[in-house]
């Protein structure tokens, strides 16, 4: 193995002489995504974690954050406890960053208060559960000038950058049409009835929004289209409810996008495909050619450029744009995956974070990780989406 | 290579002691399709071609029908011409199987003459350009009982067959979910102005019907995914229309479609993604479990069980049931393609027709080749489709 | 479906104004390859089947032919007496071709007379099953300047003409590594004793080759890889025998290969990998690019080349070179398959017959299907690879 | 996402209520490998890295000590200084484990001295560049009863280790058949001239041993056979050698293996197959059925049995048996990548480390990770394959 792209030292450290502190609020013992969120923050060792507020149960969070080996004091009760305890801590000792993963409806309230106490955020997705809240937070990040980091993990993958630099290079000429999909099976099977779900939350439109699909997989979907293309959705004709006989939540969105500048795309998410697993897929044709790259194959970036043979590209093989190599930890044929995406939004976050408490400027392509025009935008796509169903697809403007 | 799936006797011969006579309408020098329609006929033997009208301007076809070795007298200016003259010719010479693939409008009137004048059909799609016709055309095939089969070939695929016959056999449950697409890049190219593409009547719509990617593939897909589920389109919201800029005849389709029963569908199409081949694809999920197919990769059908491991079906491989057995020549892993399943739309006829001419009874399996009434569908769903985008994307049922 | 690579004027026609009158020899009821045989002589409409002696069991010989459609007359009880009426017949009505699909033990007699009466030959592999045999052959070709084709068909897929093509263009630049291998599962259940094999004639080394394995399949592995590459194989180190406990005849072999010229080469055959169907792959390394081909997606040649973005060549697509054009019938998208391989070389047997016929000569690019010095090289190769294992894997000439 | 099949809590925090103590020696600044150690170490939080010695150059040592904000007395010089001032700290701070990373000539010295200091080893392969270097190290470890871990790190693949699991439960009956490749093109370039090579200590056989090809991929490709099948080598027939020419070290062998019980395997290894990125693959034939794993593509295991349709398994998906699911982070089709796989020799090692310390018993599956007596095996098949070699092929005994 002879080269070494991710050798290069520690942004975090070359700029703070130290890691950031970060503290996490959900997550606790049996999630997935607790777990993958403090992953990605070690990965690259741009953090230490410092404080825990895992649960809404005080037991459990105590046992998780003792779990990860952090002292008793910084174990805390709730969210709101850890953000005004640790903004109460000296300067040398408090955390500096917010990681959220609780229940949708705890992004909009953490995120915000955390942001006027001071501290950076990173949040997981869908970014609120509803219309106002996304633009209270969005107004709030806007004023506070704070860095809101929202995890729409799959663009961090390195072909997906590589893809969106392909397209801002013009390498597909003038952008036509667009495809992506959704495609899991993981609330396929009919014998798990309402009410039984593993995450009892996910069923609570209170908590969870008002359209399951739609913030589980739906606003990731809507914003890979975006990342990759720089387009925004102009109308969408859409349907959208439960497929499964007797579900209560959305389990399936079909819709026809029209794209800013003419473009047409198709869209398409459900949660009950039995036996499919993780299939997010998309495709972009322009004038000069099309690019396909599917999550389960996330190592293969196709472009199928007119009147040539189609190209694989691979993460940090011939041809890697600039954007594409810094995602890239590793020399090309050793397939990074789920969390080195996710990390590289950790990574890119810590780089621009320390960057803002050093005074300094982040490198250039640090900064393109999903922020809070991104949540809002996503926010009034599930809201479009569902306004369109309701009026039996008729066409929707999302900023409308 | 131990075992010989397709070495049983020709059925045509074991029926009749001799091959059917067969005259072909259409498909003339440089015509990709007319040498696909020929091949198809003689590569299981069925068929003894007698006579043809093989283009509009009469010196061409009867170069043509020499090349084919046809002795000149049997080399006509028409279909017409050609359909007249067999018929008057003596029962043991004159042709007994009229196959056409002329510009689409020529499809009704021929496939109508030749059915009064007591000859069984082959014809290539779509079936017809107006509703009119289509119904009409219809009409005649139930009235004389003559055999008409519509070439959707992809239906002629062995694993297609087999998704047909898993989905029949309730390997799926009940069905839900399907998404089918149909994504070319042959018209992708913007240096091809209007009035230059290659096939002149392809962009008159008199000739090429009202909505030429319906036509050329839209036609196709929709009966894939009836051919697969065994489910009629209870309703469609569509968007149709050219998306290069310039170009006069449609080129792009998306749709939302209401299926028989409950189950929705996700309709893409497009002739202008550029750099794509060929990639019509089809997943359809029930209760128990997804299946997927590629006509680029033939040779593999994905079953993905709902909690069990993803299968791979092969043709003549594991588990090959009866209708796919049928569709197979050869050992698995010897990959069949596309000549082979659109041969087998030809063999079924051939069975079919040999059948009814002895006065016996075909083989159970041998009628599931596209008949009148799944022209009438498609030539009904195309419609339905460009009502549907007309009035905006509202709803609209095609039998309406 | 815009062009229409393959729908030039038959050759045949075009040379002679009729077709080749064909007789074939063995492949009779149930068997696969004389199935294959009969539809690869049909599709590209060269010949027309005049005679057959399909079995060595008379009645079953002549029901086989009557199933044909064959008269009476023409269905005879031996391959002999076939080439002995054939060429005794009229010169407008009289066999000019024979195809011969008998046991192993079959091609060498069969073939020799053949050439020696007049007779073109297409025969199946391997050539012959000794050394000895595989020398008269040759020698007799030369002698009679008879067209000989071997049925080594890989060679016919328009990927694999390709990949020669690339070759001998200089795009792989100087060859230095190859790997070929032929693994399939048709002989890996256990429960098959000993003398229990469908075919029996292939447990009798007399009838089958003192090799089963490589007269089945190492032969194809050992041609593809010369066809591909332009190279003979200076030397062998292998190992050969039976792998599943209490089989008589050889169901794998292994081998390290070198090759004219100082690139070296992997050789890997087996028929016992349960499970699997029919993988033949060939992978070509050169200074400056490798090529690879698995048999089982002959849609998809792979270039890898030296720092440039990895590119998969299809049928007909973009980048195809003239000798891979030739071979491709359809537009690209449209899977081609195993049947059009095969009747690649029945095309080119027959362009290049009907031309020595007509005292033309035919279209350069028709002469590269296998020949008598081909099958020649491959049962010297079958012959080295027994003797090196015999002597404990010494490296063995095959010339020598 | 609904499960979280890693979300179990960290066991060493569990056994000792903090992470383990870890100094690196070696994987200074630029160095893929040693990045890639310490995102091991950091991925599962089973490590804090307190001291480091990261090259044999004093000042580029420090540098790089100080980018992992390590404080600066314990960014050592060299190895054995680390060794001995990390034995000399007291209980509660010294260093427990040691990482080694440096050219292959530090590993056996370094090993030994550390294991004798009392600490625990974690070492990159190949083990040692000696037979007898392997067989002292063996022996210290031996006496010392330290754990040592070899960084085989393909080992760590959730879906290796599904395969081996799937070998060990009988699934595949007999094994009979293997084919294990590891096919590069990293030193393809002919440009490269001797004395070019990135990391110059390569070309010197006194640092890099003797056989460059065997030492960075061979020995990875023979621990993979290994590991999966459980069967030692029992004779190996070789070839190796320089392809490119004037090349001075070896970059290519080839190899016939007879294995423990009978079965025969095909080895290959090349880093000059130009345009390829990184392809270990590995068949394992049995009676019962096939199993296939490509490096590449990671989460895919083929498994093709006798009679029933190819299954495709997936990390974490329906049928992953235990040894597989604990090595899995995250839910089905959410691909884990190298990185992943590398950390789980490490968190397995931290398990096992930490039980020893605690004085408790390791959970049972935790044991899996290559040791000493693996490295041992390792460089006698090193040997064993140039031994061979030099006897222009002859079956060689590894272990004699």
């Not at 499964?244 to 998410?269: H, K, S």
Request: overall charge neutral.
């Amino acid at each position: 193995m002879s080269t070494s792209p991710n050798a290069s030292p520690n942004p975090v450290i070359a700029l703070l002489g130290r890691r950031l502190r970060l503290a996490v609020i959900g997550g606790g013992p049996g999630s997935f995504i607790g777990a993958m969120h403090r992953q990605a923050a070690r990965l690259d060792d741009g953090y230490e974690i410092v404080a825990a507020a895992l649960s809404s149960d005080p037991e459990r969070g105590l046992a998780g954050g003792l779990a990860l080996g952090l002292p008793r004091e910084r174990c805390y009760g709730s969210g709101s406890e850890l953000l005004k305890a640790e903004a109460a801590r000296g300067a040398d000792s408090k955390a500096e960053v917010i990681a959220i993963m609780t229940p949708n409806d705890g992004h909009a309230p953490l995120s915000i208060e955390a942001m006027q106490l001071g501290f950076d955020v990173i949040c997981d997705k869908p970014m609120t559960n509803t219309l106002a809240e996304a633009q209270a937070l969005y107004a709030a990040q806007q004023q506070t000038g704070r860095v809101f980091c929202l995890t729409h993990n799959y663009s961090g993958y390195p072909l997906v950058r590589q893809a969106r630099a392909m397209v801002e290079a013009g390498v597909l000429g003038t952008l036509r049409l667009m495809q992506v999909e959704y495609v899991q099976g993981g609330r396929a099977d009919e014998s798990v009835l309402p009410g039984q779900m593993k995450k009892r939350w996910k069923e609570d439109p209170a908590k969870a929004g008002p359209s399951l699909v739609m913030g589980d997989i739906g606003s990731h979907a809507h914003h890979l289209l975006r990342f990759v293309t720089g387009l925004e959705v102009d109308a969408v004709a859409a349907e959208i409810g439960p497929i499964v006989p007797g579900r209560t939540v959305d389990d399936y969105a079909g819709a026809l996008l029209r794209m800013q500048g003419g473009a047409r795309a198709m869209f398409w998410v459900t949660q009950t495909a039995a036996g499919v697993e993780n299939s997010l897929r998309i495709r972009i044709s322009g004038s000069k050619g099309t690019l396909e790259w599917l999550q389960e194959l996330p190592q293969e970036l196709w472009f199928k450029p007119l009147g040539a043979p189609q190209q694989k590209f691979t993460p940090n093989g011939p041809g890697t744009l600039p954007l594409a190599a810094r995602a890239c930890r590793i020399v090309a044929g050793h397939p990074e995956g789920f969390h080195e995406g996710f990390a590289n939004l950790y990574r890119d976050a810590a780089e621009t974070i320390a960057a803002r408490l050093a005074g300094a400027r982040p490198a250039p392509l640090a900064g393109c990780f999903p922020n809070a025009l991104d949540g809002l935008r996503g926010v009034e796509f599930i809201d479009a989406v569902m306004r369109s169903s309701r009026a039996d697809g008729a066409w929707v403007n999302p900023a409308a």
